[in-house]
């Protein structure tokens, strides 16, 4: 039972990779790769790409 599970689960994701509108993608890459930084790292990031001035 578990490995149909993970089966599907497999299946979904090859299928939202293929059927999604790529913008979504991308902000999924960029919140994942957001996740994984430290504060000082996101804070630079968030500086360097989203300021204003």
Known sequence: MKW????LKDYYNEYKQKYTNPKH???EQ???M???MTEGQ???Y???NF???
């Open 25 to 27: 993608t991308i902000i």
């Open 34 to 36: 957001m996740e994984s």
């Open 46 to 48: 968030l500086a360097e």
């Open 4 to 7: 149909k599970k993970i089966e």
């Open 30 to 32: 960029e919140v994942e």
């Open 51 to 53: 300021s204003d001035y």
């Open 42 to 44: 996101l804070a630079e």
